[in-house]
């Protein structure tokens, strides 16, 4: 009897135990840089609480350095379901969510301070229902950085020194129009393709923030940084909004809470890279231009912010300018 009574427990533990294991899913999340960044931080941080706040009924398998796709290819993905979750800069999002292109605007924030403010703030929190609609549900506002520029022909002191780059782009459209305003002839790249290009010559240069041209090693690849910080470029933390629908309350909240812990620990890996980043990259051999006047950028761009003005509303360009 004693030996049937062992027998039993053990076979009850075993169904537990697998209807344990057969109740976890395993979600899938992509990123278009290196897990050793800004992005790969996030995401497994977002991964580890997860887990941990749904005890193990959700698993996150991250995909690193566009294992699944680029970015847009990523947002497509959770459109249509075949991708569940992606950190991704809103470089390619104007194209799914036109409201979010107000931010892409050169020289609106001032700091980090201020452009984190706005995102954590009403503006921000009100653009992120913007994407429920688009069968997205973007979960939270990471961040990506002030976007420098660099190049293989020259340093970049003026706007004029621009004019005639061949430069990778995001595919964006407030991004191109300001940059052909200066003269830059605009090539519009996945982020996966852009070391190829810089390395053989496709285009002269391009432009991403501190903690991207460190990530992707572009100091390889490019001779000359100034630091222009154009625009200030916000990431997003985004679910398939099919999955999303699928978790309970609870989950959601759980999975909402992981993705504020995984900005905390994005915006910490940004600023120790904006720290130590300059440093590094002239000890690694590039030429870098630290003081510019960047009056001389915004003057140059005169006829587009006209454009942006009418396109966006002056009001709104303003709220976002003057937020405190």
């Known amino acids: 009897m004693r030996t049937f009574y062992r027998w039993a427990l053990a076979l009850m ?14 979600l899938k999340m992509n990123i278009s840089v290196a897990q050793n960044s800004h992005y790969g931080v996030a995401i497994d941080a977002f991964a580890r609480e997860v887990e941990k706040r749904t005890n193990g009924r959700y698993k996150i398998q991250n995909f690193y350095a566009g294992a699944l796709g680029a970015e847009r290819e990523s947002i497509e993905g959770i459109q249509l379901g075949t991708l569940d979750l992606t950190m991704t800069s809103t470089g390619p999002v104007p194209n799914f969510v036109p409201e979010v ?71 964006n459209p407030i991004h191109i129009e300001a940059y052909r305003q200066f003269g830059i002839l605009p090539t519009p790249m996945a982020f996966t393709e852009v070391f190829t290009a810089l390395q053989q010559g496709t285009v002269d240069g391009q432009e991403n923030p501190l903690s991207v041209i460190t990530a992707a090693k572009l100091e390889q690849v490019q ?41 905390k620990a994005n915006r910490a890996r940004i600023d120790e890279d904006e720290k130590r980043a300059v440093g590094d990259l002239r000890a690694k051999g590039m030429a870098v231009v630290d003081t510019l006047d960047k ?10 912010y006209d454009d942006f003005s009418k396109r966006f509303g002056q009001e709104n360009i303003d709220k976002i300018k003057n937020y405190k």
């Open 13 to 26: 533990m075993a169904i537990v135990t697998a209807e344990g294991a057969y109740a976890q899913t395993a």
């Open 101 to 171: 292109a107000i931010l892409d605007i050169p020289f609106l924030f001032h700091d980090y301070a201020h452009a984190r403010a706005v995102l954590d703030g009403p503006i921000g929190q009100d653009l992120l229902t913007k994407f429920d609609a688009k069968g997205i549900k973007a979960l939270a506002w990471g961040e990506n950085g002030f976007r420098h520029m660099t190049n293989n022909k020259h340093p970049v002191n003026t706007p004029d020194d621009l004019r005639g780059l061949k430069m990778r782009t995001m595919e």
């Open 223 to 263: 001779k000359y940084l100034s630091l222009t910080g154009h625009v200030y470029s916000p990431a997003l933390i985004l679910m398939s909004k099919a999955q999303w629908d699928k978790l309970s309350a609870a989950d959601q909240q759980a999975f909402s809470a992981a993705a504020r812990e995984a900005v």
């Open 295 to 304: 009056t001389k950028f915004q003057a140059a761009l005169k006829p587009v």
